[in-house]
């Protein structure tokens, strides 16, 4: 399913000198999706409709439920309707492998997932830090410091919805040599980050080892452990790091560069992956 992505609507548009017109706009659209697994509730969250299957599944890698795609034997879409009788395509279930545990009910999401927080809502703190299936990243690929300083540019060439609602994060997906392997756009970034590990898990691609993982945001502490959870060992933002998640970067063996704009970047960790 390709997804509703986008809306139009009619706005006024107030000029400097205050003249105002009315005309169409294009808005990026927000809708939530309820995660199920095995038929049971396990997060709501705030989603740009599409590549929702991808969503699901990259998000059960971030919160540690699975990291291969033999754990996860379908996704569907379960019933839902809205007011006028149409399937809202806003409900998934995905069926766990029988030798796969089911997800620790401590760690339900009871409140709604934002498209702004990609934590909000944790049972408990100490959730946070989860164990990564793929451990300390070892990996020794090295990237050229140039290839790394394009990566905004090519990653915004393939911003389809930004071009037209200027209202989408992206994450993209590149391999060492700066191939594009998968880029996927999301109100949320961190919706955006998990489509492409969802996309990578149900390719069969984990761990992401030789890749790195470029976003239109800042470096916060949960796309930092959403890569390392994927075994991604490199990450690039365009924007600022957080404190966290430049300790977390250090800890797990992650090259971490931000404000990656302009042809230049600051590197805050893992400095000897870049050449």
């Known amino acids: 399913m390709s997804g509703r992505l986008t ?31 095995d038929g049971t509730s ?10 929702d299957f991808d ?23 379960c019933a839902g309707t809205d007011d006028e009788g149409r399937q809202t395509f806003n409900v998934v279930d995905a069926l766990l492998s029988a030798d796969t545990p089911a997800p620790d009910i401590s760690l339900e999401r009871h409140v709604y ?7 909000c809502g944790t049972a408990s703190i100490d959730a946070v830090h989860k164990a990564t299936h793929f451990g300390h990243l070892d990996d020794e690929v ?18 389809k919805v930004f071009d037209r609602t200027g209202g989408v994060h992206a994450a993209g997906l590149f391999a060492a040599d700066g191939s594009l392997l998968c880029l996927r ?20 691609r984990l761990p992401l080892r030789g890749t790195v993982l470029q976003v239109s945001a800042r470096a916060s502490f949960e796309l930092v452990q959403k890569a390392h959870m994927a075994g991604i060992p490199a990450l690039s933002a365009v924007s600022a790091p957080s404190s966290l998640a430049v300790e977390h970067a250090e800890s797990a063996g992650l090259t971490l560069v931000a404000f990656n704009r302009g042809g230049g970047f600051n ?8 050449t």
């Open 142 to 159: 090295t990237f050229d410091a140039r290839l790394i300083a394009s990566l905004p540019d090519a990653l915004r060439e393939q911003q």
């Open 185 to 204: 756009e999301d109100v949320g970034r961190h919706n955006a980050v998990d489509k492409v590990v969802g996309w990578a898990l149900r390719e069969g």
């Open 267 to 274: 590197t805050y960790a893992g400095a000897q992956r870049l």
């Open 42 to 51: 396990f997060s709501v969250t705030m989603r740009t409709p599409g590549h």
């Open 55 to 77: 969503l699901v599944a990259g998000f059960l890698v971030s919160e540690g439920v699975i990291w291969s795609a033999e754990q996860l034997v379908s996704l569907r879409y």
């Open 7 to 37: 809306r139009r609507t009619t706005v006024e548009r107030r000029a400097p000198d205050g003249t105002t017109t009315r005309r169409e706009d294009v808005l990026a659209v927000e809708e939530p999706l309820e995660i199920r697994v």
């Open 113 to 119: 997932t934002s498209s702004s927080c990609g934590i």
